[in-house]
């Protein structure tokens, strides 16, 4: 006997299935099961199935002050079964955001400030006395099934006087362990842009990826992709998009998408302020950002998908596949008109919603509260 199986289960393109789930994985994928289970889910014919979407740049450390917010809020409830908070804490305070982490029902992993305290203030690495390797690598020992990666952020505001030093040091203690992920937050300079791609390695993830600052990608007097960028694309540097209150613009996301340029997941960058008062609002509201700048949903929902679990070797997540974990985010798409807005006040239009209704995690089934 199943615990769990969807009835017409459809993926978007694709023919529905029923999907047959036990101890919190996925068992069966069949036209038809015959067998009985604990529950069953029925689809309606508006409603699609995918992966579970994944958040891979949140910040949801509740003790917190600067940046925090509350793992379900973000998760279950606005249609996301994991998120990956994205370097809120460091060594020194990880221990505590885990125990906090457990209690809740979506799935959190986290990524390891290089910072010991994490993003107690803004200017985290500007001491570079807090970037202390042993204790990295103990915690990395301590929670290798939590902490999937590294985080450092780059820009004036973080790093003070030290340019591009704590960039390097983050880039020493990757290589220290194993090559571990590593996400790199873009903002003004300095360090320069350039400065910070040539320093970073093929499946290095660049987070901010379409920010508004005459730092990011595109040359403003032009409107151009800087050269560069295009070389680290070619270098198989990752893209993520990580809104986030001051760093997605809609007329750069465009530029880089008539050069050919998209970003290779798409994330929030979350936190409570810019989900309640916006821009960000949840990850849904994201996706129709990139919808309306000529992402096609089917390559949206690779992005919440297959490819955050690729980048962060989630390596049981993001696919709808017999063994891995029975994570699955059900939502319907809405034609009505919705405005919105990116992080730099510029507004679009989207006529097309997606609306995530329920999040399975596990095997258990959720209501989302959009």
Known sequence: MFDLIIRNGRELGKEPVDIGVKNGKIALISQQIEESAKQELVLSAEQYLSAG???????????????????????????????????????????????????????????LNISKWGIVEQDELADLSKIQNELVHQKLEELPDFIVGLKARMSKTVVGENGITPLKLAKKIQSQNDGLPLMVHIGSAPPNLEEILANLEKNDVMTHCFNGKSNGIIDQSTNEIKPFVKKAITDGIVFDIGHGTDSFNFDVAEAALKAGIKADSISTDIYIRNRKNGPVYDLATTMEKLFVVGYSWEEILEKVTSAPAKQFNLTTKGHIKEGFDADFTIYTFHDQEKQLTDSNGNTRTTIQQIIPVNVIVGGINYDCNL
């Open 53 to 111: 979407w994944i958040d891979d740049h949140v910040h949801c450390f509740e003790e917190m002050t600067l940046y925090y917010d509350y793992p379900d809020e973000i998760g279950i409830e606005k249609g996301v079964a994991t998120v990956i908070d994205a370097g809120t804490t460091g060594a020194e305070n990880i221990h505590t955001f885990y125990e906090h982490a457990k209690q809740a029902k979506t799935n959190v992993f986290a990524l």
